[in-house]
């Protein structure tokens, strides 16, 4: 008998295990925590849109729509909570090189981490838009990007943003001290 017993559990302990490394690798995860409204998320083996489901963890980077008078609120492990606002479109990934990222199309993210959570060893956690990336140092800030501008606003903390030049040849719009050109023909030479 006892043979046996020691046959199975050699038999059952890799299951176990493997269970436990499974389980330990979902904890990692990010996770729909509340969904008010119509949430939707992009599911690339059926390349079709699918209600997005409360308790669901995104374990690749997945593309989320909120509808109007919607939103969704996702829990990161390292005691971070983000809101998707009304009418968002973002993609959130998990974790990737000691950072949460999540690529914010249209719409408002707003997050909040925990001021206990330990910044020098958890995962850092950003938020990027078409004008650049805007990574928390603090504890409260929103991005919403609208019609290809990202606006930041901060309500506890600091967050540190590295813009993107613009892609359109003739950024001198975006300057502070834009200098209007001058005519190249003297004063004598115009007509």
Same mark, same amino acid.
């Given at each position: 008998?006892?043979?046996?017993?020691?046959?199975?559990?050699?038999?059952?302990?890799?299951?176990?295990?493997?269970?436990?490394?499974? #389980?330990?690798?979902? @904890?990692?995860?990010?996770?729909?925590? &509340?969904? %008010?409204?119509? =949430?939707?998320?992009?599911? $690339?083996?059926?390349?079709?849109?699918?209600?997005?489901?409360?308790?669901?963890?995104?374990?690749?980077?997945?593309?989320?729509?909120?509808?109007?008078?919607?939103?969704?609120?996702? #829990?990161?492990?390292? @005691?971070?909570?983000?809101?998707?606002? &009304?009418? %968002?479109?973002? =993609?959130?990934?998990?974790? $990737?090189?000691?950072?949460?990222?999540?690529?914010?199309?249209?719409?408002?993210?707003?997050?909040?981490?925990?001021?206990?959570?330990?910044?020098?060893?958890?995962?850092?956690?950003?938020?990027?838009?078409?004008?650049?990336?805007?990574?928390?140092?603090?504890?409260?800030?929103? =991005?919403?990007?609208?019609?290809?501008?990202?606006?930041?606003?901060?309500?506890?903390?600091?967050?540190?943003?590295?813009?993107?030049?613009?892609?359109?040849?003739?950024?001198?719009?975006?300057?502070?001290?834009?200098?209007?050109?001058?005519?190249?023909?003297?004063?004598?030479?115009?007509?």
């Amino acid at each position: 008998m006892k043979i046996k017993s020691i046959y199975y559990l050699t038999l059952l302990l890799p299951v176990f295990l493997h269970a436990e490394e499974v #389980s330990s690798a979902l @904890k990692d995860l990010p996770e729909i925590m &509340e969904i %008010t409204g119509q =949430v939707n998320r992009y599911d $690339e083996a059926s390349s079709s849109f699918e209600p997005a489901q409360t308790g669901e963890k995104i374990s690749e980077p997945t593309l989320f729509f909120t509808g109007a008078d919607s939103e969704l609120i996702i #829990s990161y492990p390292a @005691k971070i909570v983000a809101r998707f606002g &009304e009418n %968002t479109r973002a =993609v959130v990934a998990p974790e $990737e090189g000691n950072r949460y990222e999540v690529d914010l199309q249209l719409g408002t993210v707003s997050a909040l981490l925990d001021p206990m959570r330990d910044k020098d060893k958890g995962p850092a956690f950003a938020i990027r838009g078409s004008g650049g990336v805007t990574e928390a140092t603090g504890t409260f800030y929103a =991005v919403t990007e609208y019609k290809g501008q990202t606006y930041s606003a901060v309500k506890k903390g600091k967050v540190k943003k590295k813009t993107i030049p613009p892609a359109k040849p003739d950024f001198a719009a975006y300057l502070k001290k834009a200098k209007s050109k001058e005519s190249p023909l003297k004063p004598s030479e115009k007509k």
